[in-house]
């Protein structure tokens, strides 16, 4: 007699479909995703615009970041026009510098998603790391992690990362700066974003350390390190998923709004927010699209994730079901 | 009790003015940066120089087409029987903004602690050896020898009070560079025709007019409100918008706009001022370039390639948008020495660009970062992201560090760069002010702006003789010789001389100055 209940429970339960493809197909989660038209459009808009960065070397007309492919004599091409000089058209125009907008948005978009991308992977690691600590440590050290969260969400994040952003430019050798800057960029938007990944998990983690396969791991005497990456890391993830969603989106807006203050990464190699920061200046005189377009495209890009993280967040809540 | 009784007397002066309304102007004036400081020895800066010379006074002043007009000095020439000393007669009867009085003593003093060894307009003043006090009335300067040019050098050097300074222990200069801090970086006691009322570092700055101002016409504006907006597209809006009266910084793509819009109005001029790109010389290699055995720049034929680089051309036409005018020589042509000769520049010639980076043994280029300041000169930025895609074209991959003046300017006078663009004005109308700063060997007074740490000890020999020779076509064939070199060597990479473009309102007017410092005093209403 090896198990019987599973033998007899067999013909009355619906054998779960093979596969992971298949059991994700089946899932509740997939199902409220088919239901949500504007989560459809979500996706495939934000699944675009990543394609779109994550290829642009090889399916953008031009290399933007290459100065030398640069003729000065093509800036501020309009859209679809022909360029008086230099006889070019370019489909969205060129910006101040004779840069194709096209090729510059979808460059743009990579180095903007790949800051947003590293700087919530780095808040996800450090909060969730420290939130767990906190939670199932208790006392003291709660104490400092969660006064030291406290501090930080009682003042806007990107006045953080501005800080960070001084102290690094203060202390990276003046020669190094600019090939460090997208690293500086990743850390000071991780560090400023870091508190509310720490909140969350430090909940969950008090409320799991209570339950029973806790107690009964401690009893076994696991180390309290694999009991928190084992047993309490799992269960306290689902959350962590949801605020990460809208935490890229948010990256992504902060790395924007630093790149168009202009403490962001360097001018010849320009992130959505440098794009528009550029644009910005020509507002008035006319050149309307060097505006237009990476504003247009940063806002498809944080509306559709962030669209995604509410989805994700309904479908993860077990009371909204 | 005595600063109670000033602060009583303002108060009554202002309250005064507010009863006899009719003539009270306010001008909102917007400029792209603030005054770097107000330690008027501290940055030989234009913006700062423009910011202090409403509140401080100098012994001369240059009127709009360059000739010196008497300012807190009434008579100045050489000594009869000695001419190493010059000798100016001060004006009687002027007062500082505290009341004290204006005499020959704070000559001396305001004179000795802008030639002191902390003090950013040393060079200006190289040539003396002592400043001393007739009488209350007149001031003797000696030089060591005869220096027949040199009232042009004192239209910058400001006058402060000498009690004044000793009561602040502001005797020293404030070390800018080293990021060192006083008292009269905040504060002022000047004799101009504006008091300083209180100032917020880069935010807003209000001065008052000085009613005890020595002269004779009374200003219409009495009061300035000084704005700086770095962010180009702001600060035009808040014309528009009718925030403020005047912009001084105008951005090239908006003169166009500007002047189709009902009720502003653009004054265009051209400005005593040329942008250039320097280098590091020296055998060391460069901090931030893969060359690590050898200063490719310290190759004449990688200077001589990055000239034939350089398209001044579209620069002029698609940065500037036409409001520059490309030059060959860092030096403006309201400036004596400057010759169409030495302002013509090759046409771009990629070919033998590309040709001599190979006899230079950089076939492959080499790599480099470039410091361009973004709110200092008309599209400084672009400026700098242009020549380094032009650059690219010869295989020098550029990478661009964009700063603020305020933490480009040290990086230059600290030689912490590499390759650096700078705007160069002349104030003395003369091209020794050029080489003292630019070309001469960085020591004691000179050098000042040589970031690149340039030294040529056969032209530092010319350089110092100009300051006292008195032959002046002698004075003008070493002039020539000196540019002839330092064109010839590419010493410099120069692109073109600025072109003014004032916004304001439409019932004021104030014409471009070309040093690019007009006074508020000069702004007229309509009626």
Known sequence: ?321 | MKKVMTHLGLALLSTTMIAGATSAETIRWARGSDALTLDPHSQNQGVTHNFAHHIYETLVDRDVEGTLQPRLATEWSLKEDDPTVWVFKLREGVTFHDGAEFTAEDVVFSLDRARSEASNMRQLHVEVTEVRAVDDYTVEVQTTGPSPLYPDNLTNTFIMDKDWSEANDVVEVQDYAAGADNYAVRNTNGTGPYILQSREVDVRSVMTLNENHWAEDTPAVTEIIYLPIADNATRIAALLSGEVDLVQDVPVQDIDRLQGTGGVKIETGPENRVIYFGYRFGEEPLASSNVTDANPFNDPRVREAMELAVDRDAIAQVVMRGQAIPTGVANPPFVAGWTEELDAYPAVDLDRAQKLMAEAGYEDGFTVTLDTPNNRYVNDEAISQAVVAMLGRIGINVTLASRPVAQHSPLVTNNQTDFYLLGWGVPTFDSAYVFNDLVHTKEGSYGAYNGGLFSDPELDAKIQSLGTEIDMEARDATVAEIWETVKSERVLLPIHNQVLAYAMRDDITLPVHPENQPLLTGLTFAE
Do not use: C
């Open chain 1, 1 to 321: 007699m090896k198990n019987p209940t599973q033998g007899n429970a067999a013909p009355i339960v619906p054998p779960r479909p093979q596969g992971r493809l298949k059991a994700a197909l089946d899932s509740d989660i997939f199902y409220s995703w088919r239901r949500s038209p504007v989560t459809i459009i979500a996706t495939v808009v934000a699944l675009a615009l990543i394609l779109m960065a994550v290829l642009a070397p090889w399916i953008a007309p031009y290399d933007p970041f290459d100065p030398s492919s640069l003729n000065l004599m093509d800036g501020f091409t309009p859209p679809m026009t022909e360029n008086q000089f230099t006889g070019s058209t370019y489909l969205l125009g060129t910006d101040n510098q004779g840069r194709d907008m096209l090729s510059s948005i979808m460059y743009g978009s990579r180095i903007s998603l790949f800051v947003g991308a590293m700087a919530t992977a780095f808040a996800i690691t450090l909060g969730v790391s420290l939130g767990l600590v906190a939670g199932y440590n208790g006392g003291m050290i709660d104490g400092v992690i969660m006064r030291i969260a406290d501090i930080q969400l009682s003042f806007p994040g990107i006045l953080i990362a501005l800080l960070i952003f001084g102290i690094a430019r203060g202390v990276i050798p003046a020669n190094q700066q600019e090939s460090m800057a997208i690293w500086v960029l990743i850390i000071a938007i991780g560090l400023s974003n870091w508190a509310q990944f720490a909140r969350t998990v430090r909940g969950a983690t008090m409320v799991e350390r209570q339950k029973d396969y806790v107690s009964a791991a401690q009893i076994m005497g696991v180390h309290p390190f694999l009991i928190l990456l084992r047993h309490v890391l799992p269960n306290v993830l689902g959350p962590v998923l949801v605020i990460g969603t809208i935490g890229l989106a948010l990256a992504i807006i902060e790395e924007a709004t630093l790149s168009f203050l202009g403490v962001g990464v360097p001018p010849t190699q320009p992130s959505l927010g440098t794009l528009i920061r550029i644009g910005q200046q020509f507002l008035f005189s006319g050149e309307w699209w060097i505006l237009l377009f990476p504003a247009v495209t940063l806002i498809l890009l944080a509306l559709s994730v962030n669209l995604l993280g509410d989805w994700l967040r309904d479908a993860l809540n077990p009371k909204l079901r």
